[in-house]
C-alpha cells in the first residue's frame, strides 16, 4: 500500500509546454505540500495546503498552480515550462499543519526534465 | 547566510565505526528539529525528531543546543546500509504551520 503517490515518476519535456503532477496520499492526513529539490539537492517548500485550502505558498513563480479537489490529493500545474524548473518534485502529507513534531511523509517524487 | 547550513561531506566510515556530524541553523526562534534521511535517488524519510534533552534511537543519537543553534547526529557501529545522505530539518515557528527548511544535506558513505 503506497502512502504518498505522485505521477508520473518522470516528465521529460519541451520549454513552453503546460504539464500537471498528481498527487494522492492514503493516509487520511489533512496537510499537503509540493516541494522542489534542485540540482544541488536543496529541498524547498512550495506550497503547503491543510483541509483543500492554501496554507504556505513561497516565493514561487505564478507560473505553478497547485490545485487541492478533496484533502487527499494536491496536484501541481506548471505552465510556460523553463529550463530552469527541471528539478525533482516531491508532494508530501501530514497528520496537521499547525502541531510542530508531525512526521511528514513523501511521495517518490517525479523527476522532470525541461529541454 | 544559508538558514539550515550542513557540510556536504561525503564522510567516509569505515563499517562497524562511529561518525558524527552537525547541522547550524539561523533562526533562533526555531522550533522544532529533525534528521530525515535520503537514500540515493529516493525520498526523504524522517530518521528522528530532535528534542531539547537530546534523544537515542538504536545506534543513533541526536543531539540539540539551543545556546549555539546546532543539532547533532552520531551514529555508532555504522553499517552499510546507512550510507545516505542525512538532511537537518528545522521547523520556524509554530504560527507558520509545519513548514519545514531543510539543509543540502550530509552524505555519509560506510565502507566494509
Known amino acids: 500500500d503506497t502512502a504518498v503517490s505522485q505521477t508520473p515518476k518522470y516528465l521529460v519535456t519541451q520549454m513552453g509546454n503546460d504539464k500537471s503532477i498528481k498527487c494522492e496520499q492514503n493516509?487520511?492526513?489533512?496537510?499537503m505540500y509540493w516541494y522542489k529539490q534542485d540540482s544541488k539537492k536543496f529541498l524547498k517548500i512550495m506550497f503547503s495546503?491543510?483541509?483543500?485550502?492554501?496554507?504556505i505558498n513561497e516565493t514561487v513563480p505564478n507560473r505553478f498552480s497547485p490545485k487541492s479537489p478533496d484533502k487527499a490529493h494536491l496536484n501541481l500545474h506548471i505552465n510556460s515550462l523553463e529550463l530552469g524548473d527541471s528539478a525533482v518534485y516531491f508532494c508530501a502529507s501530514s497528520q496537521e499543519y499547525l502541531s510542530s513534531y508531525n512526521e511528514q511523509f513523501f511521495g517518490p517524487g517525479t523527476r522532470l526534465t525541461v529541454l | 547566510r544559508k538558514e539550515v547550513e550542513q557540510d556536504p561531506g561525503p564522510f567516509n566510515v569505515p563499517e562497524g565505526a562511529t561518525v558524527a556530524f552537525n547541522c547550524t541553523y539561523s533562526n533562533s526562534a526555531s522550533q522544532s528539529f529533525f534528521w530525515y534521511r535520503q537514500d540515493c535517488r529516493k525520498e526523504p524519510k524522517l530518521l528522528m525528531s530532535v528534542y531539547s534533552s537530546g534523544n537515542e534511537d538504536g545506534r543513533f543519537t541526536a543531539q540539540l543546543n539551543r545556546a549555539s543553534q546546532y543539532i547533532s547526529l552520531l551514529i555508532r557501529d555504522s553499517k552499510l546500509s546507512d550510507s545516505a545522505t542525512y538532511l537537518c530539518?528545522?521547523?520556524?515557528?509554530?504560527?507558520?504551520?509545519?513548514?519545514?527548511?531543510f539543509g543540502g544535506g550530509t552524505r555519509v558513505l560506510v565502507k566494509p
Open positions: 530539518v528545522v521547523n520556524k515557528e509554530r504560527a507558520a504551520g509545519n513548514k519545514l527548511t
Open positions: 493516509l487520511g492526513h489533512d496537510t
Open positions: 495546503y491543510n483541509n483543500k485550502e492554501l496554507i
